[in-house]
T-cell receptor, first 113, second 113 residues
């Protein structure tokens, strides 16, 4: 059974903290994605990566960075968390060879107080 | 990627067919129509995709009009577990394909007993 796992389902952090959200996939997929989901705004792409050490900005990269040191792992980093980064964060992956199905993790609900 | 338009919400009686429409009037020849759904508190899940022919799998059927400007996702016998937000997405599978998906607001389908 294919899997995308995220390190936490729920996370509470304080303003100004550095936050790491981890995502791991076991399908040997080349492409990985980070989205955030907010009521009324839907899913928005933050960053994606199509290979190890490669990254591309999505639609809302400000305030975030990413790291992809190994193919199976894609990390989202909030350098200095702010309250407007309170959101649901979803990781996804897809094979780079014309894959059709993007697989999503269960999500991490982050609250910044 | 072309934009899609979906009704914000729909109801369906349990056991009946649910027909979810989607308009994609600016779709180009290389773009496929994809459907995902998101059950509450979970990540989105792939359902089906197609280019111009009708498609069917174990979850649903996809009917695409001849001019490809609209499509309908059909859940033949809706159950309470099909209550979810359904997203219609158009995606170019050309050489620059990264698997990136652009989500709209989707249709919230409520299946009622």
């Amino acid at each position: 059974d294919v899997k995308v796992t995220q390190s936490s389902r729920y996370l509470v952090k304080r303003t100004g903290e550095k936050v790491f959200l981890e995502c791991v996939q076991d399908m040997d997929h080349e492409n990985m994605f980070w989205y955030r989901q907010d009521p009324g705004l839907g899913l928005r792409l933050i960053y994606f990566s199509y290979d190890v050490k490669m990254k591309e900005k999505g639609d809302i990269p400000e305030g975030y960075s990413v790291s992809r040191e190994k193919k199976e792992r894609f990390s989202l980093i909030l350098e200095s968390a702010s309250t407007n980064q309170t959101s649901m964060y979803l990781c996804a992956s897809i094979t780079g060879q014309g894959g059709n199905e993007q697989y999503f993790g269960p999500g991490t609900r982050l609250t910044v107080t | 990627d072309a934009k899609t338009t979906q009704p914000p919400s729909m109801d369906c009686a349990e056991g009946r067919a649910a027909n979810l429409p989607c308009n994609h009037s600016t779709i180009s020849g290389n773009e496929y129509v994809y459907w995902y759904r998101q059950i509450h508190s979970q990540g989105p899940q792939y359902i089906i995709h197609g280019l111009k022919n009708n498609e069917t799998n174990e979850m649903a059927s996809l009917i695409i009009t001849e001019d490809r400007k609209s499509s309908t996702l059909i859940l033949p016998h809706a159950t309470l577990r099909d209550t979810a937000v359904y997203y219609c997405i158009v995606r170019d599978l050309g050489s620059s394909n990264t698997g990136k998906l652009i989500f709209g607001q989707g249709t919230t389908l409520q299946v009622k007993p």
